[in-house]
């Protein structure tokens, strides 16, 4: 049985959504989101599934006003970055590149926090 489930977005998403369903042939935005959703969890059980010592790259973008956010969970984990690069991309944005080794809860609790961060617009995650 399907659940209803109401969201709040703002206007720049919403033309973003009708954008996707025109190129990509969504049927509509419900359809978008639960795509959205679908990738989201996919990507956390493969998140999950990691153990040990492993090595991978972070992808994270943020507006430039929200640095010390970003500097605030990177200093906890500063230890597992071996390379980072910040790279200023258009309209006061950044994009932080990240290569990191640690043991595999490291990883997973670093992941967990950009993620559940209001303050990060995008998160990529690639486990080698």
């Known amino acids: 049985m399907a659940q209803i489930v109401s969201i709040s977005i703002n206007e720049q998403i919403a033309e973003d959504m009708d954008f996707l369903q025109k ?3 969504f049927s509509g935005r419900s359809e978008i989101v639960r795509a959205g959703i679908r ?3 996919s990507e956390y059980k493969k998140i999950e599934e990691i153990n040990g010592e492993v090595e991978g790259t972070l992808i994270v973008t943020h507006k430039e006003q929200d640095t010390d956010e970003f500097a605030r ?11 980072h690069i910040h790279h200023e991309i258009k309209n ?8 990191f080794k640690g043991k595999s809860n490291d990883v997973k609790d670093f992941y967990k926090k950009f993620a559940s961060s209001k303050k990060i617009d995008s998160l990529k995650i690639i486990i080698y």
Do not use: A, R
């Open 92 to 99: 006061h944005n950044c994009m932080e590149i990240m290569l």
């Open 23 to 25: 190129q990509m042939g």
């Open 73 to 83: 969970i990177k200093h906890e984990i500063h230890h597992l970055v071996k390379t």
């Open 39 to 41: 990738n989201l969890i």
